[in-house]
């Protein structure tokens, strides 16, 4: 798929996304004050998101987000990707959420806003053992 630099950039940074270069590699591409939204967190700049991904690293073995689409109008682009990784508590299995991300770049562009939307009942919390079970529920009987 063609990208613009600035998205080509980004993806870069996701797929290739560690511990020791977070920081250096995280100013590169996020505005100062860039804000970001996910599930669980809301945030607004470098130190607040780096936190993120540090928590990310902390929590889980062998993160790896993958890119599976993107496009881009202007100044925002939206993208859809895999997470893929590893729990260190509860189960060790490979494990997979899929997502989207809106992206808003600024006139430099850098990622001024980026909103993640995934589903944490399905994509995560239904995983957990003991969760996962009362998770399930939950749905069926929802779906009746």
């Not at 729990?87 to 899929?98: A, F, H, S, T, W």
Request: hydrophobic share 45%.
């Amino acid at each position: 798929m063609s990208r613009s630099p600035e998205l080509e950039r980004l993806v870069r940074f996701y797929e290739t996304i560690e511990p020791a270069t977070l920081e250096a590699r995280l100013a590169a591409v996020y505005a100062p004050d860039a804000h970001f939204k996910d599930p669980f967190n809301e945030v607004q700049g470098h130190a607040a998101i780096g936190r993120i991904f540090s928590h990310m690293f902390h929590q889980v073995n062998d993160p790896r987000f993958v890119v599976v689409t993107g496009i881009q109008q202007g100044k925002d682009a939206f993208v859809t990707w895999e997470f893929r990784f590893r729990m260190k508590r509860y189960n060790p299995e490979l494990q997979c959420i899929r997502g989207a991300s809106h992206l808003v770049f600024d006139d430099a562009g850098a990622v001024k806003v980026h909103r993640d939307y995934w589903d944490a009942a399905e994509e995560l919390y239904e995983k957990i053992p003991l969760l996962g079970a009362f998770m399930k529920m939950l749905k069926r009987s929802a779906a009746r």
